[in-house]
Structure formats: C-alpha cells, structure tokens
C-alpha cells in the first residue's frame, strides 16, 4: 500500500516538473512510461510504410496479447527492420497506437540512444586527435554502451516483475468475485431450504 502511495505522488511530481525528457533520470522515466503508456512489450519490427512500424510481438509486459501491432513512431531514432525494440506506446483518440515524444522506447541493439538519462552520442574523433585522447574517447563511448544495455535488460526484469504481480492480483480478484458468487449462492440455498421447511411445517399442521 505504501509503495503504491509512494508510486501515485511520485507520478504526479514527475508530471508537475519542466517536460524536459532528460531532466528525469531513468528511474523516474521508467515510471512515467509504464503508467502513461497503453502498451509496453518487446519485439521485432517486420516491417514499415512512413513513419509506422510494424512489430512481431515477443513478450508483453502490458496491455496487449496479440501477435502483432503497427506503431507511429516519431523522427526520433527509428527502427530498422529485424531490429529488436523495447517499445512503450500510448493510444490515441482514433485507436492507433504512437510514440510519445518523451519515450524510453529503444532498440536492443543501440540502448544507449535514448531520449532520458545522461547517455550521449557516439564521438566523433578529429583527424588531428592524439591516439591517446581517441583510446580514451571510444573507451568511455563503451562504457557507456554497456551501462545502457543493463539499464535495458534490468529495464526487462523489472517489467517482467510488474507482468507477474498485475497477473498475480488479476488472479486475486478473480478468486474473490468467485468466493463471494459462492457466499451469495449458499444463503440463497438455504433461503430456499428455509423456504421448503416452512412449507412442509405449515402442510402437516394443517393435516
């Protein structure tokens, strides 16, 4: 109950603030995605026309049990296709589904191209730079590429975590609307059972 107060506020904190994608960190992204989005799944892009992609859906985490879906994205970092992404879509008034201009959508493969968090574009070396200050450019530039491809697959465990407990309440609920149809049907039993007593007492006293 806690971590979901603690959810709420923060959600609307987050939505408060400057809409400047990267004044969140990742952390807060993370939450601003999965609770503003209708969709959050994984999956390949199979194919595109303009600016909609079309995915193969792997594995949902939210919203959608379905093989495959079309995405409108944005000019921002396209899929290619075969390419697999981590997608979080919102719905729009007429059904279709779109990527916000502030989304944590990204490729499995480039993570680090990401419209949060501090991660940076690849740098481009001069012609005139020492080897040395190149060597130390292309190892930060994997640094942060490995960084990024954690973030993304604690991104999945997490999600994954989520899928469970929204299964595992969906079950809860479930159990409890039965449990309560059984309650409702074993007082109208034995309003009936009363009913039939009644009936049988009030006959043999007439006899």
Do not use: H
């Given at each position: 109950m806690r971590f979901v107060i603690t959810f709420i506020f923060l959600s609307i904190y987050l939505r408060s603030i400057s809409y400047d994608c990267r004044s969140y960190t990742l952390a807060q992204a993370r939450v601003?995605?999965?609770?503003?989005?209708?969709?959050?799944?994984?999956?390949?892009?199979?194919?595109?026309?303009d600016k909609i992609v079309r995915f193969k859906i792997e594995e949902s985490y939210k919203g959608i049990n379905i093989f495959s879906i079309d995405v409108l994205f944005n000019d921002y970092n396209f899929p290619k296709i075969n390419e697999r992404w981590l997608v979080y879509a919102d719905k729009s008034k007429e059904g279709n589904y779109f990527i916000d201009?502030?989304?944590?959508?990204?490729?499995?493969?480039?993570?680090?191209?990401?419209?949060?968090?501090n991660y940076v574009p690849k740098p481009q070396i001069a012609n005139n730079t020492n080897?040395?200050?190149?060597?130390?450019?292309?190892?930060?530039?994997?640094?942060?590429?490995?960084?990024?491809?954690?973030?993304?697959?604690?991104?999945?465990?997490?999600?994954?975590?989520n899928k469970r407990k929204s299964a595992f309440q969906t079950n809860e609920q479930a159990i409890n609307k039965?449990?309560?149809?059984?309650?409702?049907?074993?007082?109208?039993?034995?309003?009936?059972?009363?009913?039939?007593?009644?009936?049988?007492?009030?006959?043999?006293?007439?006899?």
């Amino acid at each position: 109950m806690r971590f979901v107060i603690t959810f709420i506020f923060l959600s609307i904190y987050l939505r408060s603030i400057s809409y400047d994608c990267r004044s969140y960190t990742l952390a807060q992204a993370r939450v601003i995605n999965y609770e503003s989005s209708e969709i959050v799944f994984s999956g390949i892009a199979i194919a595109k026309k303009d600016k909609i992609v079309r995915f193969k859906i792997e594995e949902s985490y939210k919203g959608i049990n379905i093989f495959s879906i079309d995405v409108l994205f944005n000019d921002y970092n396209f899929p290619k296709i075969n390419e697999r992404w981590l997608v979080y879509a919102d719905k729009s008034k007429e059904g279709n589904y779109f990527i916000d201009d502030c989304t944590i959508s990204r490729s499995f493969n480039n993570p680090e191209i990401c419209q949060y968090g501090n991660y940076v574009p690849k740098p481009q070396i001069a012609n005139n730079t020492n080897p040395l200050q190149e060597e130390i450019a292309y190892v930060d530039w994997n640094t942060i590429r490995l960084k990024a491809k954690i973030d993304l697959f604690e991104e999945i465990i997490i999600l994954q975590q989520n899928k469970r407990k929204s299964a595992f309440q969906t079950n809860e609920q479930a159990i409890n609307k039965l449990n309560l149809q059984v309650k409702y049907l074993q007082i109208i039993i034995m309003f009936l059972f009363m009913l039939i007593i009644i009936s049988f007492f009030y006959r043999f006293k007439l006899k």
